[in-house]
């Protein structure tokens, strides 16, 4: 995703009506009732995390609690419980976006997408360890624990740079064709990327490095957010056009489509809890509620802050983190017209965190 330093320039902004009915068009096995039950989560910390202004994804590391936030040339850090900021990893002055890590070796993995690079860092000294050539807009970046390498989505180059963190270097790409935005491993030797412009979900075998399905999703446009419930096989994709799709992950059969917010860059999936979530630009956060791999409900959003686009989720505890600025809004310009509508308030940067109420 591209981001400005003053105002949000955002690939997932496109104009979106918010849908809250599922159409008449789609088989009832596919619908979902509607705001079933109030979403229970509050915002119950919120930690300021300053310049630089613009920000991207979230990562929360479950190994070491801590939270990842990749914002203009840096990625600061936060423990998760306390909200205290550990430090951060510098010299990253194209941007920072995604993030991974690979514990067998104590690295971290962010990029610097305008320079086309990953970036290797140490998980406990936070220093940069190793820059990696990748290719243009080095994005997302996904660590798959069956082949051990780390995944750099390069976004509009349509590739992925695979990097063995064992020896530091770029072992293979993997050239998609089309423009890609996020992805998630399936633990089972399987990507999955989405493919932003061919509005598709792209497979990749990690072991070969090759593309091995295209499934279509006509109903979702620009696909963002990626989410998975591995227990049983189900991705859950996250659409401009406030949609959410499920799919089934072997075969690529559309399970469900469901109605989200507007503005929707991620999705994350609590197998605990059984829920999915999309965190959306509106300022608020979608919730739906896995019944069965097969049903769905959406429950009531919860309110966030306007721009909370991106998120990490703590599985263990259910704490979700989100990230934003705080936004002046110009009312004389068009909603549609994100560039000059929305500004950012400069050093507003802050990290959220929502917890379930019990």
Known sequence: MKRSASKIVCRS?????????????????????????????????????????????LHYDSVTGRVYIAH???VTVVD?????IIGSVTGMPGGTHGIAFSHATGQGFTDDGKAAEAVAFDLKTLKVTKRIKAEPDA?????????????????DSGALTVIDPKTDKAIATVDVGAPLEFGVSGHNGKLYVDGVEKHNVVRIDTKTN???????????SHPRGLAIDRAHHRLFATCANAKMIVLNADTGSIVARLPIDKG???????????????????????????????KYSVLAPVKTALGARTMGLDVKTGRVFLAAADVKVN??????DYHHRYHIVPDSLKLYMLDPVR
């Open 13 to 57: 902004l496109l104009p979106a009506a918010l849908s809250i009915a599922l159409g008449a068009s789609i088989a009832p096995a596919l619908a979902a009732s509607a705001h079933s039950q109030p979403a229970t989560y509050k915002i119950t910390k919120t930690v300021s995390l300053g310049a630089p202004n613009r920000w991207d994804y």
């Open 72 to 74: 203009g040339s840096v």
């Open 80 to 84: 998760g419980r306390t909200g205290k």
């Open 139 to 155: 994005d997302g970046i996904i660590y798959d624990p069956v082949s051990q390498h780390i995944f750099v989505i390069d976004g």
């Open 210 to 220: 090759t593309v091995d399905a295209r499934w279509a999703m006509p109903a979702c």
């Open 264 to 294: 929707s860059v991620s999705a994350r999936f609590d197998p605990k809890r059984e829920l999915a979530f999309s965190s959306n630009f509106s300022g608020m956060l979608s919730v739906i509620r896995e019944d069965s791999p097969d």
């Open 331 to 336: 009312q004389a310009a068009s909603p549609k």
